[in-house]
T-cell receptor, first 116, second 114 residues
Framework: NAGVTQTPKFRVLKTGQSMTLLCAQD?????MYWYRQDPGMGLRLIHY???????AKGEVPDGYNVSRLKKQNFLLGLESAAPSQTSVYFC???????????????FGEGSRLTVL | AQSVAQPEDQVNVAEGNPLTVKCTYS??????LFWYVQYPNRGLQFLLK??????LVKGSYGFEAEFNKSQTSFHLKKPSALVSDSALYFC????????????FGTGTRLTVIP
């Protein structure tokens, strides 16, 4: 059982280049999330999705776009990368669970992005 | 708005000694609180959660956390630290919106000294 898989794990970009991070989960989870992790700032929510075909903005959405065309995949795009987007990106998912849902997230292992 | 604070960036403890990693929270309504652990070059892993009920919550790897409503705290504890407990620990609170997103603290790096 792979859980949450992120690709690529490492990427170096030049300012202005574009790229897409792919997150795939095999747990049939409804909810998916993209976070970024920066030293001293913890994890900050970029965008999230509550189901296939839906997306919503989190705390720090500027400069990013997302798509959830299939339930198992959640893509994070950078249209014009900036040095401020150098970070480690984590995807996470959780089930809907109804009234018993208690919010436990399952995380991927991260994608380290450097923008020069 | 909800928030969590982890007042210590770094905690050092000797192997075999008890450890505490502190967390305070601010949330409207009932708090749903979580602890996650991150080992080097890995994603976060769930440790334990408080939803309702007993104020002392037991979780994975011998960790427990004490919910204190009057002090708005949710400190992570372990009676006897292991070197393998050395990692980055995050406290998180669930927001009160329909999306039930988690908001994370800034993290505390725990180092257990042999």
């Amino acid at each position: 059982n792979a859980g949450v898989t992120q690709t690529p794990k490492f990427r170096v970009l030049k300012t202005g280049q574009s790229m897409t991070l792919l997150c795939a989960q095999d747990m049939n989870h409804e909810y998916m999330y993209w976070y970024r992790q920066d030293p001293g700032m913890g994890l900050r929510l970029i965008h999230y999705s509550v189901g296939e075909g839906t997306t919503a903005k989190g705390e720090v959405p500027d400069g990013y776009n997302v798509s959830r065309l299939k339930k198992q995949n959640f893509l994070l795009g950078l249209e014009s990368a900036a040095p401020s987007q150098t970070s480690v990106y984590f995807c996470a998912s959780r089930g809907a669970g109804g009234t018993t849902n208690t919010g436990e997230l399952f995380f991927g292992e991260g994608s380290r992005l450097t923008v020069l | 708005a909800q928030s969590v604070a982890q007042p210590e960036d770094q905690v050092n403890v000797a192997e075999g000694n008890p450890l505490t990693v502190k967390c305070t929270y601010s949330v409207s309504g009932n708090p749903y609180l979580f602890w996650y652990v991150q080992y080097p070059n890995r994603g976060l892993q769930f440790l334990l959660k408080y939803i309702t009920g007993d104020n002392l919550v037991k979780g994975s790897y011998g960790f427990e956390a004490e919910f204190n409503k009057s002090q708005t705290s949710f400190h992570l504890k372990k009676p006897s630290a292991l070197v393998s407990d050395s990692a980055l620990y995050f406290c998180a609170v669930r927001d009160g919106t329909g999306a039930n997103n988690l908001f994370f603290g800034t993290g505390t790096r725990l180092t257990v000294i042999p």
